[in-house]
C-alpha cells in the first residue's frame, strides 16, 4: 500500500498543472501575508482523501519538522492542513524528505453555518501555490530577505 501512495505522488507530481494564473509573491509581500514563517522538513505527508477518487483537490496534512522560524509561535514538530494543487490557487504540492520555506496563513472559516458547526475549535495553517512557498533549494532570494530584511 505504501508503495501504491509513493508511485502515485511521484505520478501527480511529474504531472502536475496549475491553472492558477496568480504570480507567486515575492519575498517582501508573502511574509507580509503570512501568519508563519519556517523553514522544515517533510516529515510526513497523509492524504484525507483518495487522489483518484476525488475530482476536487484532495485534501493533506502535512506534518514538518521545523529548523527555523521568522515569523509565528512555532513548535518543533508543526502541521499544516493544505490540498495537494492540481488546478487552483489552493494547496501545494509537497514531497515527503524534502525541505521547503514555508510561508503559512491560518485557514479562514467559512461563514457556513455548518462548516462552522463542524469546523475544529483551534485554526489550522495552510498554504496557497502563490503564497511564496518554495523548497529551499530555490529560496535564496526569501532567506537572504528573510535575515537581512532586504529585497534586491
Known amino acids: 500500500m505504501r508503495n501504491m501512495f509513493l508511485i ?7 504531472t502536475n498543472v496549475c491553472a492558477c494564473d496568480k504570480p507567486s509573491l515575492g519575498p517582501a509581500a508573502a511574509f507580509k501575508e503570512a501568519d508563519v ?7 510526513n505527508l497523509r492524504y484525507l482523501d483518495d487522489p483518484e477518487k ?3 483537490e484532495p485534501r493533506i496534512i502535512v506534518t ?3 529548523s527555523k522560524v521568522w ?3 512555532v513548535d518543533k514538530t508543526l ?6 494543487n492540481k488546478t487552483t490557487c489552493n494547496g501545494y504540492v509537497f514531497k515527503y524528505g524534502e525541505e521547503y520555506l514555508v510561508y503559512s496563513r491560518y485557514n479562514r472559516r ?6 462552522k458547526l463542524f469546523a475544529p475549535a483551534k485554526p489550522t495553517l495552510g498554504v496557497k501555490v502563490y503564497g511564496g512557498t518554495k523548497p529551499i533549494s530555490g529560496a535564496g532570494a526569501d532567506l537572504k530577505y528573510l535575515d537581512t530584511g532586504k529585497v534586491e
Open 8 to 14: 502515485y505522488s511521484f505520478l501527480m507530481l511529474a
Open 54 to 56: 476525488t475530482k476536487t
Open 79 to 84: 502541521v499544516i492542513q493544505t490540498t495537494h
Open 37 to 43: 514563517v519556517f523553514r522544515g522538513v517533510v516529515e
Open 71 to 73: 515569523k509565528g509561535a
Open 64 to 66: 514538518f519538522k521545523v
Open 110 to 115: 467559512s461563514e457556513n453555518f455548518f462548516a
